[in-house]
């Protein structure tokens, strides 16, 4: 039913919009062995200079922020230069390689949400992202000073959290969709859902085993090799399921309830692991007794993130709906509609197993 | 409809960027440090160690400081600067210790230094070390001394040409100080630089180009 190079010009314009997104993770450790890095990506060629000169605007601003901060310890007036200067710093750090915004995009393309909703996500997470950061730094002051447990640690925990969390809503959201799909073929076969969901949970482990083992093995060459393999899985794993999995189960399938439960998943799964900005900028704001600045200024921080991901998940709808109206008849639109959502999903399982991967090596 | 073939390839596409772009990385810095870099040649005329000197900015330190304080009195005693030189040193070891050495144009292997000693003043990490090229290095041809982070998790600035210095330099010798321009650095090496963002698994060896070095011409 599907024209065939229609089809292939979806896909193509697809990962056109994926690109960005899907990039290479790097080192969640930093290469100095001391103080947080988060993994993040970087694209080749056009991106690299995109982002390249979102770098330098960063770097502009986290050095302002810095001196800024300095400033405060004797003239207070800075807070407003100091909160604007986060706010900025927020916006373009969101624009910056990440895995909040490229979540969120792919969250909202997987799903028939509407703006508002993916809007009200992306302003949820970046909040919880602050309140992380404050509770972490917060946290680690006042009770896990002298414990053994650094705020290193503390944030990694959260992050390796964050991540597999990120994973398995992936999973979860692809397996839903492939769930109805399946159901549209024809060779129906009465397995049960119990297999299928069997399907699922192997899925999981089987991946958090093979990170482990690149992790034992190959410190140097794991991130590729270990890629290959998530892929190679991956792939065939949704094939099972889309082969043997048929059962139908609209009780969960609706419902306004799980819809908000699935937001709230994804805003906790996002929000868990706090910007290293935000972390530093807080913990030199506690040591020099700047409790207002420090929290005023994640906020800020907050907000600005939320507006740049907001940005890029309607830009993300937007295209949805595009690629969608370019369909020939309705049923081409259904499933191209269907394609992109299972594409988003698939994105946001693969997003979360390369980062866990990266976390789990540092 | 869902057929195989089509969700393998469908899976693949995604797959496939992903596996294209591993290796490619240019995470922003979250650390900034004024470096100093001294290049001390020996009385035989040889290389004989290179002594690097970094001021880390006020936020990361503060960080730092609240991650190796392990007695809780918002210090850092010899014991936790010990602490932090071990952990450093260690994790430099697969970075070269940010230490860049060629000889007309080929790398040259250094020793991992002895320590890396690390102090706290002023709210600043200070960290001191020097590390020695592997074998004797003359000075003859082109020899380039440069001092970055290839993850670019660190960015080590050397805010003026006096924080590249050599001691010792025989009069036959000029120096140079090159600050390379990103734009041209671009434009100049974009066949190389594509290869090196695709095809080094590593990766990260590209932000050499950018990273001011000094040069001598013996």
């Given at each position: 039913m599907l024209n065939r190079h229609l089809r292939r010009s979806i896909i193509i314009a697809l990962c056109m919009l994926i690109l960005p997104f899907v990039l290479t993770p790097v080192l969640a450790q930093s290469s100095l062995g001391i103080g947080t890095a988060e993994p993040t990506f970087n694209g080749g060629g056009f991106f690299s200079s995109l982002f390249g000169w979102i770098n330098a605007q960063q770097q502009a601003f986290y050095r302002s922020l810095s001196t800024t901060l300095k400033a405060m310890r004797e003239d207070p007036q800075q807070l407003w230069i100091l909160i604007g200067l986060s706010f900025s710093y927020g916006v373009f750090h969101a624009a910056g390689p990440g895995h909040g915004k490229a979540v969120i995009s792919s969250y909202v393309i997987a799903n028939e949400q509407t703006l508002r909703r993916g809007v009200a996500i992306s302003f949820m997470a970046a909040f919880m992202q602050g309140a992380v950061a404050i509770v972490i730094v917060g946290v680690t002051y006042?009770?896990?000073?002298?414990?053994?447990?650094?705020m290193t640690e503390a944030t990694h925990t959260l992050e390796i959290a964050s991540y597999g969390l990120i994973a398995g809503f992936g999973g979860w959201l692809l397996w839903k969709k492939l769930r109805p799909a399946a159901r549209?073929?024809?060779?129906?076969?009465?397995?049960?859902h119990d297999h299928g969901h069997d399907h699922g949970h192997d899925h999981g482990h089987g991946h958090a085993h093979a990170h482990r083992h690149d992790h034992g093995h190959d410190h140097e060459h794991s991130h590729e090799h270990g890629h290959g393999d998530h892929h190679h899985q991956g792939a065939s794993d949704v094939c099972e399921t889309c082969g043997h999995s048929h059962a139908p189960d609209p009780a969960i399938l609706s419902g306004e309830r799980l819809k908000l439960r699935e937001a709230w998943s994804a805003i906790v799964a996002i929000g868990l692991r706090p910007c290293s900005g935000a972390l530093i900028v807080l913990t030199f704001a506690l040591l020099n007794g700047l409790y207002l600045g420090g929290i005023l200024s994640v906020a800020a921080m907050s907000i600005g993130t939320a507006i740049t991901v907001s940005i890029l998940a309607t830009l993300a709808v937007l295209a949805k709906g595009v690629a969608i109206r370019f369909a020939s008849s309705q049923s081409a639109a259904m499933r191209i509609g269907n394609l992109i959502e299972i594409a988003g999903a698939l994105t946001v399982l693969l997003l979360g197993l390369v980062l866990l991967a990266a976390a789990l090596q540092a | 409809m869902m057929k195989h073939s089509k969700l393998l390839k469908f899976g693949l596409i995604p797959t496939s960027l992903l596996a294209v772009s591993t290796g490619s990385a240019l995470a922003h810095p979250h650390v900034y440090a004024e470096a100093r870099l001294e290049i001390v040649i020996g009385d035989t005329g040889t290389v004989e160690e290179l002594r690097h000197v970094w001021r880390f900015d006020d936020l990361f330190s503060s960080t730092i400081l609240l991650d190796f304080d392990t007695n809780a009195n918002l210090k850092l005693e010899s014991s936790e600067l010990l602490e932090i030189g071990n952990v450093v040193r260690e994790s430099l070891a697969d970075y070269d210790y940010y230490t860049s050495i060629s000889h007309d144009g080929q790398a040259v292997k250094i020793q991992p230094p002895d320590a890396i000693h690390v102090d706290f003043q002023d709210g600043q990490i200070l960290m001191f070390f020097a590390v020695r090229p592997e074998t004797p290095l003359p000075l003859q041809g082109l020899l380039s001394f440069g001092a970055y982070d290839p993850t670019m998790y660190a960015a080590l600035d050397f805010?003026?040409?006096?924080d590249l210095v050599v001691d010792g330099?025989?009069?036959g010798c000029s120096k140079a100080i090159i600050r390379p321009d990103p734009d041209e650095v671009m434009a100049q090496n974009e066949a190389t630089l594509t290869d090196a963002l695709y095809?080094?698994?590593?990766?990260?060896?590209?932000s050499k180009f950018f990273a001011t070095r000094l040069e001598l011409t013996c």
């Open positions: 006042f009770a896990l000073r002298g414990s053994g447990i650094s549209h073929q024809h060779h129906i076969h009465d397995h049960g | 805010l003026t040409d006096d330099l025989s009069p095809n080094n698994p590593q990766g990260n060896d590209f």
